[in-house]
């Protein structure tokens, strides 16, 4: 019996019985260098397990300069899809000496037909192996079940639903009866909330008397989830709506209440409090400190295993609203209506987990009246650098003149951007159509955003110049094998996640696509047939890959006394220091933005520029 290590995906996927048969039935075979282990065309007889050594993936097709499609190191395994499909598609060569296990054929078609689950393994999609990965990645604390599956029916409270008409005098008694901090009314079809809060405000601020119905101080504009949604999107619903309880209706039937303080008890670690605090916060002291604990935050639900679109939706909920009690703090409220602060890039997408450069702007009713406009602006700036937001090296920001403007101004920018289609003004239009309103008035960004849209989605050689971005940066592929030296590694931002997101950006643009998110809006290019739902979702785990393993670097460089800034710098991923399940989706996620690109170069007739 061959003593191999069988303890890694997609040897987990079988029982202690499968592995023995491994073990029974491999062996070890040895492969001078530069020696073909596999030949295009030829079919498979054997899994290959490198034990050392290292094996090029080349594809014959393609010149010699960009042939070498895959790096294979000890550990990784090849040939499986080949003796699925036949024969072999690449050709697989040792570029040193090897010494690989074989896994007969007959012995892993066998482990296939009796253990589904390793058949699958082969079989799957990125976006199947990628939620392999997590699971294995959760560890301690809250696990993957009870985190990130908890549903709204395990935490929510009995609803105390009380007649429109009762007085505030038996509500009360009812409240203190039944130890509850809020009931429900209902009036002319409607639900309607009342809280302690209000019945305090009532008798006291208002001066209701102890006999005035609940309906006159009631909330009717109230958030509501369903049974079935996750706990986590409620804890993001509630940050982002600025609320601290939400009514569960299951098809429009009253089931319960879920309050705030319910769902971090829930998830017990002390992280999750981060959201109250910013909530509870009543001075820029107090809102630095609950902003100063995102990264602990960040690094509480990586380690958890908690999904990365989770984990952004709920960082970027946290942030947009950090950024709006700072607008709060420092700006008059006779100005917030006739203006709007809106964040741009990663922040306006929804897509940074750790602080990043402030990427912001102003847009202003076209008959605001605003004297000390830009004083404000250098204050509202000074502010979020005190709350950890860096100031942009590029000056995007509301304390720079140019990114704040009318309405009308911004439209008029965009005209000019959209006609003259340099780098620059393409740079500009990318940003805008990232753009997110999270402070004062969001209708006014909604209508310069229709502005961009009208000038830009019908526009075919603007969104060809726009889209040729998309390949300004190649697709690392064909480096692996030159990434033997730790201080080397892939820019991951360059190589995988910018064609993504400016790509996406791109066919959204074209699409008139409201969302920023890139995820979202991969969602809506799959829901209107612009893009196979599959290959949207591969794309969308292929994004979630490269942002966590950047963020794993961007974790590493904080804990090594970086600052935030410096490490959201962290670009670079070094492929030796990855798992082999790792490098394999890495591999197969950087195919799919090669693939990707073809798409955009042959939609926008970028071959030919």
């Known amino acids: 019996m061959v003593d191999v290590d069988l303890s890694q995906l997609p040897f987990t996927l079988l029982d202690d019985e499968g592995r023995d048969h491994i073990r029974r039935g491999i062996d070890l075979a040895y492969f001078d260098r530069d020696e073909i282990i596999l030949e295009t065309g030829q079919a498979g007889e054997f899994v290959y397990l490198i034990h050392k050594g290292e094996v090029a993936e080349i594809d014959p097709t393609l010149p010699s300069s960009t042939s070498r499609i895959g790096h294979y190191t000890a550990g990784d395994l090849f040939g499986a899809i080949s003796i699925l499909n036949g024969k072999s598609r690449y050709r697989f060569k040792a570029e040193q000496e090897c010494l690989c296990y074989l896994l007969p054929k007959a012995l892993f078609q066998q482990l296939c037909r009796h253990y589904p689950d390793f058949s699958n393994f082969f079989r799957q999609s990125l976006t199947h192996k990628a939620r392999l990965l997590t699971e294995k990645r959760a560890e301690g604390g809250v696990t993957m079940a009870g985190f990130m599956l908890a549903k709204v029916s395990e ?73 079935d949604q996750y706990l986590f999107e409620v804890l993001v619903l509630m940050t982002r709506h600025k609320v601290t309880r939400v009514v569960v209706l299951e098809q429009n039937v009253l089931k319960g209440v879920v309050e705030l303080t319910d769902v971090l008890s829930y998830f017990s670690s002390r992280s999750y409090v981060v959201s109250l605090q910013v909530e509870q916060a009543s001075s820029l002291e107090a809102l630095s400190a609950a902003s100063q604990r995102t990264p602990e935050l960040v690094k509480a639900l990586m380690a958890q295993g908690v999904k990365l679109r989770f984990a952004m939706d709920l960082l970027a909920a946290l942030n947009g609203r950090i950024m709006s009690k700072a607008w709060e703090f420092t700006i008059d409220e006779k100005y917030r209506e006739q203006s709007c602060m809106m964040v741009m890039g990663s922040e306006g997408r929804g897509e940074q987990i750790l602080k990043t450069d402030q990427d912001n702007g102003l847009i202003l009713a076209d008959d605001a009246q605003w004297p000390d406009l830009m004083s404000h602006m250098q204050t509202l700036t000074d502010t979020l650098i005190q709350l950890g937001y860096p100031p942009c090296p590029g000056n995007i920001m509301v304390s720079n003149p140019e990114w704040v403007a009318t309405v009308s101004q911004w439209k008029s920018n965009i005209a000019k951007w959209a006609s003259e289609r340099d780098g620059d003004s393409l740079m500009k239009l990318a940003i805008m159509l990232d753009a997110h309103a999270v402070a004062g008035n969001p209708n006014l960004l909604e209508s310069v955003r229709e502005e961009l849209f009208e000038r830009c989605s019908r526009d075919e050689l603007l969104l060809s110049y726009f889209a040729r971005t998309a390949l300004r940066f190649s697709t690392p592929l064909t480096l692996f094998g030159s990434l033997k030296k730790p201080q080397h590694g892939i820019d991951i931002k360059k190589g995988g996640i910018f064609p993504i997101v400016h790509g996406v950006r791109t066919m959204a643009l074209e699409r008139r696509i409201k969302a920023t998110s890139t995820l979202d809006r991969l969602d809506a290019l799959a829901a209107d047939g612009r893009l196979d739902r599959r290959f949207a979702d591969d794309l969308g785990e292929a994004l979630a890959l490269f942002s966590e393993l950047r963020l794993k670097q961007q974790l590493t460089a904080l804990e090594a006394s970086s600052t935030s800034q410096e490490a959201n710098r962290t670009n670079r991923v070094v492929v030796q220091s990855l798992s082999s399940l790792e490098r394999d989706l890495l591999r197969e996620a950087l195919h799919i933005v090669k693939d990707f690109k073809q798409r955009l170069s042959h939609r926008y007739h970028l071959e030919y520029s």
């Open 155 to 227: 935490c929510m409270r009995a609803p105390l639903l009380m007649a429109a008409a009762t007085d505030i005098a038996s509500a009360v008694k009812q409240l203190n009866d039944s130890h509850a901090d809020s009931l429900l009314v209902e009036t002319q079809g409607k639900l309607g909330m009342v809280t302690k809060t209000d019945l305090l405000n009532g008798l006291v601020l208002h001066g209701r008397a102890l006999s005035s119905p609940l309906d006159e101080i009631a909330h009717f504009n109230l958030v509501t989830v369903a049974p």
